[in-house]
């Protein structure tokens, strides 16, 4: 069905502090496209009715956040293969056939980031750290692993959870306890923190970056600030660092493509843009 003036939506409980719309608006206006991004707030017990609304309404779809990007799923007819490994959702399409399709972008976003920013990074060349296993450590393991790295040293405060990573992704996570995971610095080809530490508003992430070496790629999934500490750091050591700001972005193109037809470009103008 073609729209005449598409809709699409990000959708959590709350929400009104989402950048999304300010990236998907961005692209519309770019690119000529008559349509609209707005947030929705959806209190939980609304979920199914709103999504079952939303098509009769002229949404082509919707981006999904806390606290439905699990929850979602249970209301999709059809779940993508990268979402099912996830467990969680942040994409939605409402199709033609009436179906309700859910994917899970956030891995993409991590890699193409990756890609853009430190071009120079092989996943296959070595071990990634991963610090932290919540909701953004699951797409970002499973982003690294169809890219092809060949072993990940996983650490989380909440050592379980670390190794409910492990039965779930396989040999190739090696969980080490969160107190031990700087003496595997020295050995990194990637450390990417996935934990909410350095956050504003949030404790820092004060781990011993001491043997860290300049050939280590290290990016931060937080992107308030920009420069983290962790960042800042690895910076002094001569690390290629990359900020979480860019997979937010990155994150949005597949979304974008699917309901208005068009894949967009992550530019430095886009970032400005959502910095403002
Ligand atoms: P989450 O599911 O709540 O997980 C939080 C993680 O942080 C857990 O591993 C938790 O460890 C750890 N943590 C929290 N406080 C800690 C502390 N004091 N010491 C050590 N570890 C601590 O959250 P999430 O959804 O994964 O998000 C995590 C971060 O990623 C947030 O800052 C979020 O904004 C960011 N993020 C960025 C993007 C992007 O596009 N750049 C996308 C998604 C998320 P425990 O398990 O021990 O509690």
């Not at 409980?13 to 719309?21: E, F, L």
């Not at 707005?38 to 082509?60: E, S």
């Not at 806390?66 to 979402?83: G, N, R």
């Not at 060349?125 to 692993?145: C, E, K, N």
Request: hydrophobic share 45%; proline share 5%; with cysteine.
């Amino acid at each position: 069905m073609i729209h005449a003036y598409p809709l699409a939506a990000v959708i959590g409980y709350p929400v009104a502090h989402s950048r999304s719309p300010r990236i998907h608006r961005y692209w519309l206006k770019q690119n000529n496209i008559s349509g609209d991004y707005t947030a929705l707030t959806v209190h939980p017990d609304d979920l199914a009715g709103v999504m079952k609304a939303m098509p009769n309404m002229g949404f082509c779809g919707a981006n999904i956040t806390i606290p439905h990007k699990v929850s979602v799923l249970a209301l999709a007819d059809e779940i993508s293969e990268t979402a099912t490994r996830i467990g969680a959702a942040n994409t939605i399409v409402f199709q033609d056939d009436g179906k309700i399709y859910a994917d899970n972008t956030d891995g993409y976003g991590f890699i193409a980031n990756l890609k853009a920013n430190a071009p120079l990074w092989k996943p296959e060349t070595g071990p990634a750290i991963v610090l932290g296993a919540g909701g953004a450590a699951r797409a970002v393991v499973v982003g690294l692993l169809k890219d092809g790295v060949p072993e990940i040293i996983l650490a989380n405060r909440t050592k379980s959870k670390a190794e409910q990573f492990k039965s779930e992704f396989g040999a190739k996570i090696k969980v080490v306890e969160w107190q031990d995971v700087h003496k595997y610095f020295s050995i990194a080809n990637l450390i990417v923190n996935t934990t909410s530490l350095g956050m504003v508003g949030q404790p820092e992430l004060n781990l011993n970056f001491g043997s860290l070496k300049p050939e280590t790629t290290v990016t931060d999934l937080v992107y308030a600030p920009l420069q983290t500490n962790m960042l800042r750091v690895a910076d002094e050591i001569g690390c290629v660092t990359v900020d979480g700001l860019g997979m937010l972005l990155h994150q949005a193109v597949p979304g974008f493509e699917k309901w208005f037809g068009l894949r967009p470009v992550v530019t430095d103008d886009l970032r400005k843009e959502v910095l403002k």
